[in-house]
């Protein structure tokens, strides 16, 4: 901004150029009509000169009269001598029949007497006017004055011709003195431009010199700094304007300050916004993007600059800029892959100036990818609910139907109607109680009575349980084995002791569930740096991959028949998973369908000495 001007684009030079130019102009216009008009009075006083006297004129037409034309030529050559000639070079008289009769040059007398061949005099003769012009001779350089005056004898009331005079004089006298005075005239000029030139440049200097330095000023605003003054010289125009780029400099540095804080301001508020916020020109470019907006639109704020909101919001093919500007509304814009879900929200808003012009657009996203989950859970859950309690509702119905309409005397029927009743109602009340499990432990009333617990124990207990479950009882449905690998170091950990034998129950039931007869089940504990880990694994028909990110979903069932069929409410996973994440641990699943299932399950953990144990006993 500030690179070096040159001295021909400067405003001196053009100021000085204007001046001179103006001058030039001025001087062109007063030496041309000064050259013109003394041209024209020289030329007149020449032509004055040149002519002949009335008195000589009545002469030759006198002479022209007479019959005796020997003894009139003889009066017109002396005429001609004594007239005053000094001026002309050449003066012929000629006759109306076009025949020379006399000439004022000696040494061409011989043309006396002949017939004129000048197409001029002729013209003059036949027509019986005057001819008067200037010719050039280029042959010998020379201008020539050529005047044909008609010789008219007035006798009474007519008139007639009786010949004419034919002048011719030298003008290079005349114009050696016009152009002399021109030659004087220019080079005066030519130093009134010089010394025009120089006070132009001079006076331009100083009316330049305040401009420069508001020049100076104004780059210094333009880069941010706000120090410096312009001298004011005076009270005049410039004066005024460098009072006025004082005042200006004042007036910026007020308003950078201010719209610097509101910047800084705007771009906090905009870094720190949990929705993303995208900002447009009235052509629909984006011009502001926000960490948030890039960040769920997967770009980086520099290659969304500049590119149509369309484009960014992937949205052309819907919509145009059009319909946004006339119609701002709100879309629901879908942004989820294989990867993870993505579900915005998108309010538009016109950026609009008091006189109604658009300038821009504001869109807000807002993630609603969890409100759309929960509402989705939500119907599904509704769903499922009502689902899972109408299949035994509908079930106890038919049998109380059934019993009312006579079956309970069927002593055979009536047994087996009342216990599908009561297994019924026995499994609508657990799927109650869990459910009222699950919303204690959504709202947080859940209690969990912690405490320092030897993992190994609590786990051999629950396992011991189901083997004495199988020993007991003489005819089972399934056979199974149970494996253990358990680390041979005892593992305290703070667990609700309750609630975990609730989790592990769960896991042992549906390994039971899911395993074929004579399955085993082979169950591990071991330690890592500052875990441990619990797994149950089966030999059923396994979990299809696309299932497993769903299990622990409530009511979700992989094989919905044979779960119901087996008692199952489809919320164990789900309350196992909640118990689990309470004791801020993690459950998860491995599974190879048609190969069996593995549960995990991994607690914080971190060894105790001896004393330690002793200190919290």
């Known amino acids: 901004m500030n690179n070096r001007i040159k001295f021909y684009q400067s405003i001196k030079f053009k100021i000085a150029l204007v001046f001179a130019l103006v001058l030039l102009v001025t001087l062109e216009i007063v030496g041309a009509v000064f050259v013109r008009q003394l041209e024209h009075q020289n030329l007149s006083t020449f032509t004055n000169q040149v002519q002949l006297q009335s008195y000589v004129k009545n002469s030759l037409i006198t002479e022209l009269s007479r019959s005796n034309k020997t003894l009139a030529n003889r009066r017109i050559k002396t005429i001609l001598n004594d007239s005053d000639s000094s001026n002309a070079a050449q003066i012929q008289v000629i006759d109306n029949k076009g025949t020379i009769r006399g000439t004022n040059q000696v040494n061409n007398q011989a043309v006396v007497g002949q017939k004129t061949t000048d197409n001029d005099v002729k013209n003059a003769i036949y027509n019986s006017h005057k001819i008067e012009k200037n010719t050039y001779d280029s042959s010998s350089n020379t201008r020539y004055y050529t005047l044909i005056s008609p010789l008219i004898k007035s006798s009474g009331n007519s008139s007639t011709l009786v010949g004419v005079v034919y002048t011719k004089a ?105 929705d993303g916020v995208l900002a447009t020109d009235r052509w629909g470019n984006v011009i502001i993007i926000n960490e948030t907006a890039a960040s769920f639109l997967d770009l980086d704020e520099n290659q969304a600059m500049g590119k149509s909101i369309l484009d960014v919001l992937d949205i052309r093919k819907d919509y145009s800029l059009r319909d946004l500007l006339e119609k701002p509304d709100e879309l629901i814009l879908d942004f989820s892959s294989d990867d993870h879900s993505l579900i915005l929200h998108a309010h538009f808003s016109l950026i609009q100036r008091e006189s109604g012009f658009i300038s821009g657009l504001v869109c807000v996203l807002r993630d609603i990818t969890e409100q759309q989950r929960i509402d989705q859970d939500r119907k599904q859950f509704v769903s499922n609910v009502s689902h899972e309690l109408r299949t035994p509702l509908t079930s106890v119905r038919s049998y109380i139907e059934a019993l009312h309409d006579g079956a309970w005397k069927d002593p055979k029927l009536a047994p087996k109607f009342l216990k599908v009743t009561q297994d019924e109602t026995d499994r609508m009340i657990r799927m109650i109680n869990d459910l009222l499990t699950l919303s204690r432990m959504d709202s947080g009333t859940q209690k969990m009575e912690v405490e320092l617990v030897n993992i190994n124990e609590l786990f051999n207990y629950v396992l011991n349980r189901f083997d004495m479950i199988l020993k007991k009882d003489e005819h089972p449905e399934k056979m199974y084995t149970i494996k253990r690998y358990f680390t041979k170091r005892d593992l305290w950990v703070d667990l609700d002791t309750d609630r975990f034998t609730q989790v592990l129950d769960n896991l042992m039931n549906n390994a039971i569930k899911y395993s074929p007869d004579g399955g085993v089940i082979t169950c591990r504990l071991y330690e890592t740096r500052n875990k441990v880990i619990l797994s149950v694994s089966d030999q059923g028909l396994g979990i299809p991959r696309k299932d497993i990110p769903h299990i622990f979903d409530r009511f979700y069932r992989v094989d919905k028949a044979r779960s119901r069929q087996q008692g199952g409410s489809g919320l164990g996973l789900a309350i196992s998973k909640e118990v689990v994440e309470a004791l801020h641990g993690q459950l998860w699943a491995e599974s190879v369908e048609g190969k069996g299932s593995t549960f995990y399950i991994a607690l914080p953990y971190e060894p105790l000495e001896e004393e330690d144990l002793w200190d919290e006993v």
């Open 170 to 274: 030298n003008l290079d006298t005349v114009y050696r003195n016009i152009n002399s005075i021109t030659v004087i005239y220019l080079f005066a000029a030519s130093i009134a431009i010089i010394l025009g030139l120089l006070i132009s440049i001079v006076i331009s200097r100083a009316i330049t010199r305040p401009i420069e330095e508001m020049k100076k000023q104004t780059i210094r605003i333009a880069r941010g700094d706000y120090s410096g003054q312009v001298h004011v010289y005076g009270n005049d125009e410039l004066g005024q304007l460098a009072s006025a780029v004082n005042n200006l400099s004042v007036r910026v540095e007020e308003s950078h300050e201010s719209t610097e804080s509101e910047r800084r301001r705007l771009d906090s508020v905009l870094a720190n916004m949990t």
